[in-house]
């Protein structure tokens, strides 16, 4: 059997894992770093160079994690970091690529809205979770096998659109993994034979043209009646004319596939923290009764704000799961970090997060444990920027946001635990921590 085959016949969870060992391959190589040395590597301790199958990478520990912090973008770059990764120029064309529409605009236009998109939000979570937990009677129990899925299952009335959403992303991550395992230059033929992205995004056009067309005319006729990403790329322009349908299509669809992973994976380890260590969840629910209290009984973004032992332990879960190597960019030039060490042009640089969550000086005593109180007077919210202390989920307001909503929403609705009445361990492949495969028992409270 080829390995085009073996690839494109994944199951779901295999297309998880090997989409995150992609991503933790870094982490792989810190622990074995000297097996991935040619002659042009070198090493200043924490901070270090590879060559992992053909791609020069640079990680960099907690010494220089300031560097990172500190350079701008036009040296360090996300986006063309992440157009590697995510391989957005195979799958979309070089036109996303180019304009990194749908990171450009969530930035620029969601920060704006946090209270409309927090109510928005949360009416669709309690829907959403309605839907799938709506069939338990009060006491009732439903075992969920599969709480992955489960979480990373998005809301929309259009089923044969959600479907497409679904596979869609699964097809991704193994466009990822293609392009990892094949020559850079072989990657978009791949992806066309042997994946169905074709397929899903030519849905995706058949759904959202029209909707583009009628938001045209309404916005011509009536002026902006919506706050959504297909409104803003409508208000936004390319060289003083109007974005075409088609890169508003790809745009929404690779903020899809980016936000909905990313968000699913961590919402599952959060679940999993707290289904695993029930002793903790009587103050997580005194302190959701006591906040909703002054806010008519409403969850707000204003009521979200106040829930401290929440974010506190959303942090807690953040910094125990992540991956031991993340948050990468690619150097657009020569880098020279504080000490003295130049990271040439072209190379991937990721942070090795384990050098500050796991380093007492930083998060403080017993950092292997799991304590979720450890940053509850700290007022540092789990969507601070990129500093030494907390590098989950760096400035991605909107998915905090969404995770704390949902389990908001499942403490007050519903009890759940795992089968075992603990915190199964996480499944660790390649320095990236799947998560795990037992089953989460939930029951209706109200």
Known sequence: ?????????????????VGRWAFGAGALAYSTKFLFKDEDSYDYGDV???????????????????????????????????????????????????????????????????????ERSIHVIEAALDERLGDLEVGEEKSID???????????????????????????????????????????????????????????????????????????????????????????????????????????????????????????HMLYDVAGRQQHIS???????????????????????????????????????????????KTLEPWTLSNGMVVPKGHTVYFLSDTAHLNANVVGEAPESFNPWRTLNTNKPSTLELTTSHLGLAGRFIASMEIEIAMSVLLRKFEFRTISGTRPANRPVLGTNLTPAEPIIFKRRV
């Open 283 to 329: 103050e997580l629910l005194s302190e959701q009764e006591a906040v909703l209290a002054q806010h008519d009984g409403k969850l707000t973004k204003q009521a979200l704000d106040k829930m401290k032992m929440l974010d506190s332990f959303f942090r807690e879960s953040l910094r125990v799961n992540l991956d031991s190597a993340h948050t990468f960019r």
């Open 48 to 118: 270090f160079t590879l060559n992992i199958g053909g791609r020069p990478v640079t990680m960099v520990g907690l010494s220089c994690v300031d560097d990172l912090v500190k350079t701008k973008d036009n040296v360090l770059s996300f986006n063309e970091a992440a157009d590697d990764f995510f391989q957005i120029k195979a799958i979309f064309g070089s036109e996303l690529s180019d304009d990194y529409l749908h990171s450009r605009l969530a930035r620029a236009s969601m920060s704006k809205s946090l209270n409309e998109f927090a």
């Open 146 to 268: 599969d709480i992955m899925e489960f979480m990373q299952r998005p809301a929309c009335n259009d089923v044969d659109f959600l479907d497409t959403v679904e596979n869609f992303i699964g097809e991704c991550i193994k466009a990822i993994l293609f392009g990892r395992v094949f020559p850079k230059w072989t990657i978009p033929s791949v992806i066309n034979s042997a994946t169905s992205i074709p397929k899903h995004l030519e849905v995706a056009r058949k759904t959202l043209f029209p909707i583009i067309a009628e938001r045209r005319q309404m916005a011509a006729e009536l002026g902006d009646a919506f706050n959504d990403f297909i409104q803003w790329a409508i208000d936004d322009e390319k060289n003083g004319e109007p974005l075409s349908s088609e890169l508003i299509v790809q745009g929404l669809m690779a903020l899809v596939f980016v936000s909905v992973a990313t968000t699913a994976i961590n919402l599952t």
């Open 1 to 17: 059997m080829s390995l085009t085959s073996i690839l494109t016949n994944l199951s779901h969870e295999e297309i998880f894992s």
